[in-house]
């Protein structure tokens, strides 16, 4: 029945004159603020007796702008969940099983985000553990060295992956100046300092953990008027900063760049091949162009992929990736080669690829299918209220606002084939290329 109902929704919405704003969001919504900045955004469902609960902090790699502090985003999302002044460490564990609630975290670039589904008899419980935590958190020094080495040996253990360290060359690589430059994990040499930088921590908690910083998303089997009463009682007293986080623009490229990884194990090798690309907007068509000539060009229906992975058999698979950030990102094509000698191929056919567009036009009509594919796949996405907050995370963190969602569609309907072949022609350029490489180094081959 709601399956039923959630397509009802979508097929009544994409029924909508052209002349009017399509609504892809379909449930209603009501955004509101305390007087310290502190904004929450209710979303009722008819999925009974759940609700999601997800609190985004504007706090990201993004914002780390001193050198040598890289990655306190990320290990913040391991330090909230050691305790608070009213919660002992271990008690945020007990209290989540035993309302039998899934209770996690993330750090991007842009974002912090804490979430828990759970019944809706406990809301009240756990919206108390969450407002303590956010401005009564507490761990000792010891605590704090304790959990650095956890975040050092989550990194040692991503650093086997060929694909991470290439993705930390290409951020390093591509970006100069921006913060962008550092994963959300952070440098290593910055990780390994992390047991000599309590003090630091807290500046950076007291900085970004803030009301006017953070959004609260509440979805599920709710009454707006509860919730709102629990926030204001257990948030109200969270006191505004005053932090400006000043981040340095990215210079303009002045030539193509590129590095060669030596693997020191055996590795199918791999190419990525990027280039500096729109930060995310919802009045702009540039990103939207791009992000819909993303799919049409590189994904697994794009004559890029037929060739190179079915037809030829040169690739395992070829992927492009372009997300949705608040500063200018990188637009990329990622592949893995299955044989070394058919590495600069294979890149030589990405970036080819990239060139073709640039000059043209994609057909009409596949840019219509693949506009109606994205909304259909969009919305069918939203099938419960984790996928629902979840979702709405990803837009608040941008713009602070449920509308995003709906605008940014609208101007995805916008979009022509001229648009996307003169955005291709704007950001593709030589000067704007990263391209990385990764082999088994020579010698060390079985």
Sequence with gaps: ??????????????????????????????????????RVVTVPTDFPNLISLYIVVGAGSRNEIEKGKSGYAHFFEHLMFRGSENFAPGRFDEIMQKAGASSNAYTDDDRTVYHETFAKEDLDEIMKLEADRFQRLKFSEEQFKTEAGAVLGEYNKNSASPTFKMYEV?????????????????????????????????TFFNRFYRPENTTIVVVGDINEAQVSAMVKKYFSDWKRG???????????????????????????????????????????????????????????????????????????WVSPSFDNKIDPELFSVWAQVKDEKDLNYVRDEIIKTYMKFTKELIPQKQLDETRSRQRYGFVMGMDSNDA?????????????????????????????PQDIKMYAEKYFKDTNQTVITLATKKGDAK
Excluded at 281 to 292: N, P, R, V, Y
Excluded at 388 to 415: C, E, M, N, W
Aim: hydrophobic fraction near 40%.
């Design 1 to 38: 029945m709601k399956l039923f109902l959630l397509l009802l929704t979508f097929f009544i919405a994409a029924s909508v004159t052209t002349a009017q704003t399509k609504k892809v969001f379909p449930y209603p919504y009501k955004t509101s603020d305390l007087p310290n900045g502190l």
């Design 170 to 202: 290409l951020r390093e690589t591509a970006f100069r100046d921006h913060t962008y430059s550092h994963t959300t994990m952070g440098y290593l040499e910055d990780i390994k300092d992390y047991p000599n930088q309590y003090e630091y921590a807290w």
């Design 242 to 316: 005053d932090y400006k986080t000043t981040i340095t623009s990215e210079k303009p490229q002045d030539k193509a760049r590129s590095k060669h990884i030596e693997w020191a194990s055996p590795t199918l090798p791999y190419v990525s091949v990027a280039y500096r690309a729109p930060a995310f907007s919802e009045t702009e068509k540039d990103a939207a162009a791009l992000d819909l000539l993303s799919g049409i060009v590189f994904g697994e229906n794009s004559e890029l992929y037929q060739k190179l992975v079915l037809q030829e058999q040169k690739a395992v």
């Design 388 to 416: 629902i907050a979840g979702t709405l995370a990803r837009f608040v963190s941008l713009r602070r606002s449920p509308d995003t969602i709906d605008k940014v569609f609208a101007l995805y309907d916008s979009i022509t």
